[in-house]
């Protein structure tokens, strides 16, 4: 349930699952021993998972960050966008803004290269910013700003202030004054809940029976 995204506040929303397998990946490289005992529970649990989720979790509209943000912020085919961040939230929000003179400021210039690379493969593309100036003269001219930093990262005084005021501003780590938040998502996220109930209920439905066939046999295909 929790990696079908079935326990998140945006109920059946997609990061939820990339997050848990990179989860995964660092606990291989930190604690292989610990890794190995749970492989075949985790090659179990990502089969489940996909399972369920083209089944029953497929086209409910607006269950990502990425395009929940894009509903929110609806950009217009003249706005200049930056993002700050180059992390597993900006991986789902970047590509929806692409189109709109997108910019990416992140302090790893490694996590710029690796976002460029996977935005490429649907051949989406932005402008990195590999330094403070470049970003205060690009959030001069944005229109549009997102903050998909941590709440706990706080970003220079010089930063902020370089933000334009006219500047529609979303800021995913947290409840900030006079900015767009993770609440205004989740509201977005509320008018859709109606259109998603059902395919919930049928998803939450064969988690269960899943678990029950997992408990009672090895193979899940079972008579």
Same mark, same amino acid.
């Not at 609806?74 to 910019?103: C, M, R, W």
């Not at 001069?140 to 902020?160: G, R």
């Not at 939450?204 to 090895?218: F, G, Q």
């Given at each position: 349930?929790?990696?079908? @995204?079935?326990?998140? =506040?945006?109920? @059946?929303?997609?990061?939820? +699952?990339?997050?848990?397998?990179?989860? +995964?990946? *660092?606990?291989? *490289?930190? !604690?292989?021993?610990?890794?190995?005992?749970?492989?075949?529970?985790?090659? &179990?649990?990502?089969?489940?998972?996909?399972?369920?989720?083209?089944?029953?979790?497929? @086209?409910?509209?607006?269950?990502?960050?990425?395009?929940?943000?894009?509903?929110?912020?609806?950009?217009?085919?003249?706005?200049?966008?930056?993002?700050?961040?180059?992390?597993?939230?900006?991986?789902?929000?970047?590509?929806?803004?692409?189109?709109?003179?997108? !910019?990416?400021?992140? =302090?790893?210039?490694?996590?710029?290269?690796?976002?460029?690379?996977?935005?490429?493969?649907?051949?989406?593309?932005?402008?990195?910013?590999?330094? /403070?100036?470049?970003?205060? *003269? &690009?959030?001069?001219?944005?229109?549009?700003?997102?903050?998909?930093?941590?709440?706990?990262?706080?970003?220079?005084?010089?930063?902020?202030?370089?933000?334009?005021?006219?500047?529609?501003?979303?800021?995913?780590?947290?409840? +900030?004054?006079?900015?767009?938040?993770?609440?205004?998502?989740?509201?977005?996220?509320?008018?859709?809940?109606?259109?998603?109930?059902?395919?919930?209920?049928?998803?939450?439905? &064969?988690?269960? /029976? =899943?678990?029950?066939?997992?408990?009672?046999?090895?193979?899940?295909?079972?008579?």
């Amino acid at each position: 349930q929790f990696a079908c @995204g079935l326990e998140s =506040r945006v109920q @059946g929303e997609t990061d939820v +699952f990339g997050q848990v397998k990179n989860a +995964f990946r *660092e606990l291989q *490289e930190t !604690k292989l021993e610990l890794a190995q005992s749970l492989r075949g529970y985790f090659s &179990a649990w990502l089969e489940d998972t996909k399972e369920i989720r083209s089944q029953f979790l497929q @086209g409910i509209g607006g269950n990502n960050y990425g395009a929940l943000s894009r509903r929110l912020l609806n950009p217009q085919s003249t706005d200049s966008v930056v993002v700050l961040g180059a992390g597993q939230i900006s991986k789902t929000v970047a590509p929806y803004f692409a189109e709109f003179n997108l !910019k990416v400021w992140n =302090r790893s210039p490694e996590r710029l290269v690796e976002l460029k690379q996977q935005m490429a493969r649907k051949h989406n593309t932005f402008v990195p910013l590999l330094g /403070e100036d470049e970003l205060t *003269e &690009a959030l001069a001219t944005a229109t549009i700003v997102i903050l998909a930093t941590p709440a706990d990262i706080t970003l220079p005084s010089s930063v902020m202030s370089a933000i334009s005021k006219s500047a529609r501003i979303l800021h995913l780590g947290g409840e +900030f004054k006079h900015c767009l938040s993770l609440t205004d998502l989740f509201e977005i996220d509320r008018e859709q809940a109606k259109v998603r109930e059902k395919q919930v209920t049928q998803a939450l439905d &064969a988690c269960h /029976e =899943r678990a029950l066939l997992r408990s009672l046999s090895k193979s899940i295909h079972i008579s």
